[in-house]
């Protein structure tokens, strides 16, 4: 924990992802409750964890 690093948290977001909380629905991820957010309704799916997964792999391989 010592060594100097960079590390990113991704969260997918979309529009009024927060339904009631925030503000009017708005907000960082962290103001949603944290028994929702990891409940598995909200977990994506093996599919989708694909597709961010390309995409993000994408995005990087545009930086070199």
């Keep these: 924990m010592g060594d100097a690093h960079l590390h ?4 997918q977001r979309k529009y009024g992802d927060l339904g009631s909380y925030g503000n009017k629905g708005r907000g960082p991820v962290w103001w949603y409750p944290m028994e ?4 598995n309704e909200t977990c994506p799916s093996e599919e989708q964890l694909k597709e961010l997964k390309e995409k993000l792999l ?3 391989n545009k930086l070199d």
């Design 36 to 39: 929702k957010m990891y409940s």
């Design 58 to 60: 994408t995005g990087l």
């Design 8 to 11: 990113w948290h991704i969260n």
